[in-house]
């Protein structure tokens, strides 16, 4: 199965093979009669000994048929880069944190309530504020963003698979097209989230957070939606538990966490309590698993599939 994206703007992403060059070799006559006798596979290059390789014109570069792809991508390394890696980097944070840097969990505090210990920080230190964990986690977000940016186009194409009445709904396309924005979206808001400090910048911060988090409970609704409207289910067998483990992780984990992290920081902001504080980050810890999980699943999605580049 193969995904096709085509752009009518320039392309960002393509492949230029490097010239080949042509060469010959000059010897002198008695060493070239001497090779000459003692090779007769003429396949075989001389000895290197009084040999001077001359470059020549370089051959030309046979052109692509018209329409032919321009670029290769398996879907495997797309989701181990662009869905897994991000999760995983970002674990690795906090668990550098907890293990190396055990007096700034004791000794934490928030700007807001200075004299509130908390022994659950939120990720917004560990991936944007504490070093080294911030320099790595900006590695991480950096060979993870181009791959991401592919998925809301692989979404499109696959629902664009199956064979279902809902597609000559008005409100298909129009949601459709907002799953792709809205997952851009969302790594624009986790950029801002990992860029912008807490503590410097608190407001900009918060209006990242909830754009990240806004965008990908949003994404996540119209994802479950569209792969049961799409007609995508009928195509194989496998898709069907793969939609209703989505919709467990949708509806049974991701949303109840997200709901529950206005009410704990609301509820901290208030009144100080650290128990509210703990919640609220432990909810992140296990929200960022599910984002990675969420988008991984592609991987089983769309079994064995590549995307090309036109």
């Known amino acids: 199965m193969r995904f096709v994206c085509q752009f009518d703007y320039a392309?960002?992403?393509?492949?230029?093979l490097p010239l080949k060059?042509?060469?010959?070799?000059?010897?002198?006559?008695?060493?070239?009669?001497?090779?000459?006798?003692?090779?007769?596979d003429k396949t075989l290059l001389p000895p290197k000994?009084?040999?001077?390789?001359?470059?020549?014109?370089?051959?030309?570069?046979?052109?692509?048929?018209?329409?032919?792809?321009?670029?290769?991508?398996?879907?495997?390394?797309?989701?181990?880069?662009?869905?897994l890696l991000p999760g995983v980097g970002c674990y690795v944070c906090l668990f550098y944190t907890f293990l190396f840097q055990s007096d700034r969990i004791r000794n934490f505090t928030s700007s807001h309530c200075p004299n509130v210990l908390s022994r659950f920080p939120p990720v917004s230190y560990s991936i944007g504020v504490w070093q080294p964990q911030k320099?790595?986690?900006?590695?991480?977000?950096?060979?993870?963003?181009?791959?991401?940016?592919?998925?809301?186009f692989m979404y499109k194409s696959q629902f664009a698979l199956g064979l279902s009445e809902y597609k000559n709904r008005s409100w298909y396309d129009k949601m459709v097209t907002a799953h792709v924005r809205l997952i851009l979206l969302e790594m624009f808001g986790l950029v801002a989230v990992s860029i912008i400090d807490i503590d410097a910048q608190f407001v900009l911060h918060a209006l990242a957070y909830f754009v990240w988090i806004a965008s990908f409970n949003f994404n996540?609704?119209?994802?479950?939606?569209?792969?049961?409207?799409?007609?995508?289910?009928?195509?194989?067998?496998?898709?069907e538990p793969l939609f209703y483990l989505?919709?467990?992780?949708?509806?049974?984990?991701?949303y109840p966490?997200?709901?529950?992290?206005?009410?704990?920081?609301?509820?901290y902001l208030f009144t100080c309590n650290s128990l509210f504080y703990s919640l609220f980050s432990l909810a992140e810890y296990i929200i960022v698993g599910v984002n990675s999980l969420?988008?991984?699943?592609?991987?089983?999605?769309?079994?064995g599939s590549e995307l090309e580049l036109k």
């Open 135 to 152: 320099s790595f986690w900006l590695f991480v977000l950096f060979l993870h963003m181009p791959a991401r940016l592919f998925f809301g």
């Open 11 to 16: 392309i960002l992403l393509s492949i230029n």
């Open 246 to 254: 989505k919709c467990a992780i949708c509806y049974g984990v991701a």
């Open 49 to 83: 000994g009084n040999a001077i390789v001359v470059p020549m014109v370089p051959i030309e570069r046979q052109q692509s048929p018209p329409g032919a792809p321009t670029a290769h991508f398996r879907l495997r390394t797309l989701c181990l880069i662009g869905a």
């Open 257 to 267: 966490l997200s709901v529950s992290t206005g009410f704990t920081y609301f509820g």
């Open 294 to 303: 969420f988008y991984f699943m592609m991987i089983w999605e769309m079994e």
């Open 21 to 40: 060059y042509q060469t010959f070799v000059k010897m002198d006559e008695q060493n070239a009669s001497d090779w000459r006798k003692g090779n007769s």
């Open 220 to 239: 996540m609704l119209f994802n479950t939606i569209l792969h049961h409207h799409s007609g995508i289910r009928k195509l194989r067998k496998s898709l």
